[in-house]
């Protein structure tokens, strides 16, 4: 399974971006996916994630209430609508692909990853 996660770009503080999370195969469509994030020196953490048949998802504190993800099953692709966003958001994004169909926070859940799109927020 390949990856491709796209969307990322620079915005202004309180501005929204859309990242896009597209599977090359359509397995992929049948995990769970998630979506993680990496600024500077520092880990990757989780942001939200969303089973495989998009009724469950699961979000980071720190986004909770300002980012939605969602996927289209047709188009194995998994979306991160990311609204209010804030210089805090500032990082590399990416997508991953789990074992199974559930969700989870945790990074060892996942086998597949992208290979990240980086979003800047300015202040």
Known sequence: VQLQASGGGLVQAGGSLRLSCAA??????????????????TE???????DWRGGNTLYADS????????REYAKSTVYLQMNNLNTEDTAVYYCASG???????NTDYYNYWGKGT??????
């Open 63 to 70: 986004v909770e209430g300002r980012f939605t993800i969602s």
């Open 24 to 41: 090359s195969r359509r397995t992929s469509s049948n995990n769970g996916m998630g979506w993680f994030r990496q600024a500077p020196g």
């Open 118 to 123: 980086l979003v800047t927020v300015s202040s």
């Open 99 to 105: 074992r199974s169909s559930t969700i989870s926070r």
């Open 44 to 50: 990757r953490e989780f942001v939200a994630a969303i």
